[in-house]
């Protein structure tokens, strides 16, 4: 179990709460939550979350589909999505959780 602030994710069950409420993701929304919570503290850049959850080459376009599905994840975790607290954007660089 790993949590940060009202958002715990059970890794072994693969389920994820927020506020104490179960929230459904789509397989690729937990993939990419996953992910950033096992490098929690380090900054994941686009090309990194894309080869891991996709498992395939990072092209050119591949940054803008990363970057819907993680605004369709911080729509179900974040209090606020247009101003996140757990899954911020470190401008230039990529996605961090701390």
Same mark, same amino acid.
């Given at each position: 179990?790993?949590?940060?602030?009202?958002?715990?994710?059970?890794?072994?069950?693969?389920?994820?709460?927020?506020?104490g409420s179960?929230?459904?993701?789509?397989?690729? $929304?937990?993939?990419?939550? +996953?992910?950033?919570?096992?490098?929690? #503290? !380090? %900054? /994941?850049?686009?090309?990194? *979350?894309? $080869?891991?959850?996709?498992? +395939?080459?990072?092209?050119?376009?591949? #940054? !803008? %589909? /990363?970057?819907?599905?993680? *605004?369709?994840?911080?729509?179900?975790? +974040?209090?606020?999505?247009?101003?996140?607290?757990?899954?911020?954007?470190?401008?230039?660089?990529?996605?961090?959780?701390?």
């Open positions: 179990m790993i949590s940060v602030g009202d958002l715990e994710v059970d890794l072994s069950g693969h389920s994820v709460k927020y506020q179960h929230v459904s993701l789509t397989d690729t $929304e937990y993939a990419i939550l +996953e992910h950033l919570m096992k490098r929690r #503290g !380090n %900054t /994941v850049t686009a090309a990194e *979350l894309y $080869e891991s959850v996709w498992g +395939e080459k990072f092209l050119s376009g591949s #940054g !803008n %589909t /990363v970057m819907v599905h993680v *605004l369709n994840l911080r729509r179900k975790i +974040e209090e606020n999505p247009s101003s996140p607290k757990i899954i911020r954007t470190v401008w230039g660089k990529g996605y961090q959780i701390d």
